[in-house]
């Protein structure tokens, strides 16, 4: 009797710690955006004539945030920028980040028929620490794409929200 109550207790702790392990993997928390050295947004208006089409990059470091801009399906750059961050403004783009409490859910999205893409990658100097795709079901709580407008100056969020005024 021991023995078999002893074989449940370890086969229930090693499925606590096995989803432990995958929700944290499964979900952007705070700890690992402190971690990351790089965040990645993409954006892109789906599936358009290639006169139409324009993918959206963000990239922000630490100290930084960058804007890329591509149009057509050869993504062809038509803007790219470069802003700097003080360290007060990174600290407040990663708590706002943490609070849209972004995770990866356990069913798959509908798949979009010429909608548009949006994901985030996170990474430190090791690699990818979360990586979340909405046409894969990412949720979040709030507005992703405000946040990411938030973090760049007035100039680079204008062509964030508008990347077709650069035609």
Do not use: W
Not at 122 to 144: I, P, R, T
């Amino acid at each position: 009797m021991r023995k078999l109550i002893l074989s449940i207790l370890a086969m229930l702790s090693l499925m606590v710690s096995t989803a432990c392990g995958q929700a944290g993997k499964d979900r952007l928390t705070a700890k690992t955006l402190q971690k990351a050295t790089r965040i990645q947004y993409y954006t892109d208006n789906g599936t358009v004539a290639p006169d139409h089409h324009f993918g959206v990059t963000v990239t922000v470091s630490r100290d930084s945030v960058c804007l890329t801009v591509t149009k057509g399906y050869k993504q062809q750059v038509i803007y790219s920028q470069t802003a700097p961050l003080t360290p007060a403004h990174y600290e407040q783009f990663i708590k706002q980040l943490a609070e849209l409490s972004i995770h990866n859910t356990s069913t798959k999205a509908a798949p979009t028929s010429g909608g548009g893409a949006e994901s985030i990658e996170v990474a430190d100097d090791n690699g990818v620490l979360f990586q979340g795709n909405v046409n894969k079901a990412m949720a979040y709580e709030g507005n992703l794409s405000m946040t990411i407008n938030d973090v760049m100056p007035n100039e680079m969020a204008q062509v964030f929200r508008h990347p077709n005024d650069l035609e």
